[in-house]
């Protein structure tokens, strides 16, 4: 079985499940999960381009990008996220100075600070009136800056809309306002003149409306997933709880049993406790495993519908066009994990029951044997 991190629920789709923060230069793998460059790195372990490794959370392999690690896709979506996040935060505990006058005021050693009242998205900076005035005076020919004016009573929604959409890899003074239905990808106008002018290609916005439609079918499928998960897991719960009581009663007819016996049938008693106590540990550890292997999938599964929500209810239109391929792939994969047959461990259901003889020829049959019978969980 390929190692895996600990799955945990995540609170937020913009925390990494391996090193717990925030995720740091977001990379996301071709089965949606999201991680720190830096962690999923370590993770691969210096693997070349083109071996394969497995997804830290499902174990899905994937392969090393040509370049390594640092050539994988970058979330986007979720850097909008972290981004907003600290602005609101910052804002709404009265800390968003202006980072300008900070600068200034460090070289000169003063501790004055001003209030920021706009976000540059273009410079990542929080300039107050008088700063942003020479701020808009000398950007020159970098072109309009997006301002985004910080409010007190702003929120992640409002902003999320304020932020510009993902420009286009080849044309990074373009937007992505165009999605190609034959190559999966959002595009800008020029990729669509230059390279996809043969190709069905749309408005990323119908796009998007038609992804979000089939993730919330996805997801709904998905929901039904996680039901399936609590019941099979209420099953084992009840089984177990069924197997401790024999095991409990079984032990009880041993022990009595023994009482009214000489020392002489005392080393078998204790081998027959002894049959009876492995053959609970060995019930209880694979209980275990199965319990940890059917939860883990079910928060596999919880974590990608929220994180499929997140997109669907915040992503803009070009989030959903870029990702909402790899979710569908992704969702079908997870809806077609049937957990009586993909299971990737055994679960078998051991009963005990303790035999009387009929007869006192024996003083070991006297005793009484133990009967260990373990059978497939859905053999019962």
Same mark, same amino acid.
């Given at each position: ?10 609170? #937020? ?8 923060? $925030? ?21 691969? %372990? ?13 174990? #899905? ?31 709404? %505990? ?9 600068? $200034? ?20 900076? #929080? ?49 992505? *306002? ?56 209420? $099953? ?19 022990? *009595? ?9 005392? $080393? ?14 060995? %019930? ?7 319990? *940890? ?42 809806? %077609? ?44």
């Amino acid at each position: 079985m390929a190692a895996s991190v600990e799955v945990k629920r995540l609170e #937020n789709v913009t925390d990494c499940a391996i090193c717990g923060g $925030d995720l740091t230069d977001a990379r996301v793998l071709p089965c949606a999960h999201s991680f720190c460059l830096k962690c999923i790195d370590k993770w691969s %372990q210096n693997k070349k381009s083109g071996e394969k490794v497995a997804c830290p959370l499902c174990r #899905n392999e994937f392969e090393v990008p040509e370049g390594g690690t640092v050539a994988l896709r970058k979330n986007y979506f979720v850097e909008k996220l972290l981004a907003v996040k600290k602005l609101t935060s910052s804002w709404s %505990q009265g800390e968003t100075v202006c980072d300008v006058c900070c600068d $200034d005021e460090e070289k000169l050693e003063k501790k004055k600070t001003k209030r920021a009242t706009v976000y540059c998205v273009e410079c990542s900076r #929080n300039m107050c009136d008088q700063c942003n005035g020479h701020h808009q005076k000398f950007r020159l020919s970098s072109g309009d800056h997006k301002l985004i004016e910080l409010k007190s009573e702003m929120n992640m929604d409002e902003l999320l809309r304020k932020f510009p959409e993902n420009v286009c890899n080849e044309h990074e003074e373009r937007c992505l *306002e165009r999605y190609c239905s034959d190559c999966e990808v959002a595009i800008c106008l020029m990729c669509n003149v230059l390279s996809h002018s043969s190709h069905n290609c749309s408005s990323i916005e119908a796009v998007a409306k038609d992804k979000r439609a089939e993730m919330s079918v996805n997801t709904e499928k998905l929901t039904a997933k996680v039901t399936e998960c609590e019941t099979v897991l209420k $099953d084992i719960e009840e089984i177990e709880n069924k197997f401790c009581i024999s095991v409990a009663e079984t032990e009880k007819l041993i022990c *009595e049993r023994a009482d009214k016996l000489k020392q002489l049938i005392e $080393d078998h008693k204790q081998a027959l406790l002894e049959q009876l106590s492995v053959a609970k540990d060995k %019930q209880l550890k694979q209980t275990a495993n199965v319990r *940890e292997e059917i939860e883990r999938h079910q928060i596999i599964v919880e974590n990608f519908i929220r994180y499929c929500n997140e997109v669907k209810e915040k992503g803009t239109a070009c989030n959903i066009a870029k990702q909402a391929g790899e979710l569908n792939v992704r969702s079908k994969e997870l809806q %077609q994990f049937y957990i009586e047959a993909d299971l990737p461990v055994d679960y078998d259901i051991t009963e005990v029951e303790f035999s009387l003889p009929q007869t006192d020829v024996d003083m070991k049959d006297l005793f009484g044997k133990l009967a260990v019978d373990v059978q497939g969980m859905y053999d019962v």
